[in-house]
């Protein structure tokens, strides 16, 4: 199993920027692709941003050129620098693992969530 926990969140002006943090414990030898993922309120999660193993990363469109993600395997940990905030980021944030089922096939099926933290941008 892997066990995620996300920080950083708060409350920001539109135009400020916040980083969060995601740390991995457990079975982080089994993570292959982590991400982060946001759910505004009365609305389903949505995908924001990924990285790879090896470092290829995705966003979503409403989100490049203001959002990092980047990944320290070697710590475990997962970051999201967002800059220039607006109103429509406001959204409870969260960190996910997906299992490299090669590597942990007992996994299969997993799917890794961290608890979410929330973000706030007022106008």
């Known amino acids: 199993q892997v066990h995620l926990v996300e920080s950083g969140g708060g409350s920001v002006q539109a135009g400020g920027s916040l980083r969060l943090s995601c740390v991995a414990s457990?079975?982080?030898?089994?993570?292959?692709?982590m991400g982060w993922f946001r759910q505004a309120p009365g609305k389903e999660r949505d995908f924001v941003a990924t990285?790879?193993?090896?470092?290829?990363?995705n966003y979503v469109a409403s989100v490049k050129g203001r959002f990092t993600i980047s990944r320290d395997k070697a710590k475990n940990t997962l970051a999201l620098q967002m800059n220039n905030l607006q109103p429509g980021d406001t959204a409870v944030y969260y960190c996910?693992?997906?299992?490299?089922?090669?590597?942990?096939?007992?996994?299969?099926?997993?799917?890794?969530w961290g608890q979410g933290t929330l973000v706030t941008v007022s106008s």
């Open positions: 990285v790879t193993s090896g470092g290829s990363t």
């Open positions: 996910n693992a997906v299992p490299d089922l090669d590597t942990c096939p007992d996994l299969i099926g997993s799917d890794f």
């Open positions: 457990g079975d982080t030898m089994c993570i292959s692709e």
